[in-house]
């Protein structure tokens, strides 16, 4: 790692990279501007608000994430 480092511009990404729940419903809600959600079709697109809040949304989920 440290010779990679010396040799190449290294990048480290400003994210969890392991462990469980990576990329819960509140990761998406802070990082993302836009998500879909899929249940074999397209059944909401928009702002992570606007996908949480909607009826598709809650009917499957069970409430606002």
Not at 17 to 24: A, H, K, Q, R, W
């Amino acid at each position: 790692f440290y010779r990679l480092d010396g040799e190449c511009e290294m990048y480290a990404p400003d994210v969890p990279v392991c462990g469980e729940n990576l990329f819960d419903l509140s990761f998406v809600r802070a990082h993302a501007d836009r998500v879909v959600l899929l249940d074999r079709v397209v059944l909401a697109t928009g702002a992570p608000a606007d996908v949480f809040a909607s009826e598709a949304f809650t009917s499957r989920f069970g409430g606002e994430a």
